[in-house]
């Protein structure tokens, strides 16, 4: 089995591009009798000749068409590899791989990335919008560099940094019977209709953290799959709903409904940046954004 090796490649390319033995000898900082016996040891090991010689011209033969074809690919290739690596070593990247674990960020998330590449247009951005079911499993595959959580996992290898708090709060028709309350404590659910997102329980921020997995703190609860369908609902008082504050404010234009926040902390969720290496100065500018966002 034949083995040529990129070294074998860029001796072939550069003879090629400079026309001669002895201007490539100069180009690769070997003696010429050095790169002739190189070049001499190719052909031994493939049992081919790669250039005829006339008029002290070299011409390439038809293995040295396939050879010098190939090693424009991979020197390409690899050319582009090294400064790849080499901008990561600087701390500098020119693509952000990211997800969320929650459908509702990218409410916010595509205004961000937006207001972000104003100032970086050459930093390609890209949400994966499938990794959203296993943001972690995607990270730890390799498959994304950042996941916005709002929980830690016990991985030793994810690092979690703080990202931003936002507040969830109860969203009501004003002709539900809690509306002139100014703040909310769970047992005043009791008699209502809770809608929540249509994912699977364990995922379900509200019935997990705010509810604590205590359906008997509401009347009953109704899975459905829109912001929209759910904020239509809550509007004709067939029920209520607890979302973000920043995912239902675009939707209070709606003069029939109103947000009242929970007593205490009970409404609070910390979000974290998950990642596995070192976060990047680009992806930290990145990270800035989202808390700037946020602020405003």
């Known amino acids: ?76 290739s690899f050319n582009l590899l090294n400064a790849e690596l080499d901008e990561l070593k600087k701390g500098k990247k020119k693509k952000i791989r990211l997800t ?15 207001e972000f590449r104003k100032n970086n247009p050459e930093i390609n951005v890209q949400i994966n919008i499938e990794a959203t079911k296993e943001p972690l499993q995607y990270l730890t595959e390799g498959k994304i560099d950042m996941a916005i959580v709002s929980s830690k996992s016990n991985n030793p290898s994810i690092k979690f940094e703080p990202l931003i708090t936002d507040e969830m709060v109860v969203i009501l028709s004003k002709e539900n019977d809690l509306i002139d309350f100014e ?82 902390n009970q409404g609070q969720r910390d979000w974290f940046i998950a990642s596995l290496d070192k976060i990047t100065k680009i992806e930290n500018s990145f990270i800035d954004q989202i808390k700037k966002d946020f602020k405003q």
Not at 11 to 35: C, D, M, R, Y
């Open 1 to 76: 089995m034949m083995d040529v090796s990129l070294r074998n490649l860029k001796l072939v390319n550069v003879i090629v591009k400079e026309g001669s033995v002895t201007k490539a000898s100069e180009k690769l900082f070997l003696s010429q009798p050095a790169l002739s016996h190189q070049l001499k040891k190719l052909e031994e090991e493939i049992g081919l000749k790669v250039f005829n010689r006339l008029n002290k011209k070299l011409i390439l033969t038809e293995t040295g068409q396939v050879l010098y074809r190939t090693s424009e690919k991979l020197l390409t």
């Open 100 to 114: 969320t674990e929650c459908y509702t960020c990218y409410h916010w998330l595509p205004k961000v990335v937006q």
């Open 183 to 264: 703040r909310l404590e769970l047992s005043d659910l009791k008699k209502q209709n809770l809608f929540l997102y249509d994912i699977p329980e364990e995922k379900n921020y509200v019935l997990t953290n705010i509810l604590q997995n205590d359906i008997s703190l509401v009347n009953s609860i109704q899975k459905v799959q829109l912001t929209e369908a759910i904020l239509q609902l809550v509007s004709a008082n067939l029920g209520i709903s607890v979302m973000a504050k920043w995912a239902v404010t675009p939707f209070l234009k709606n003069n029939d409904l109103k947000i009242i926040p929970f007593r205490a």
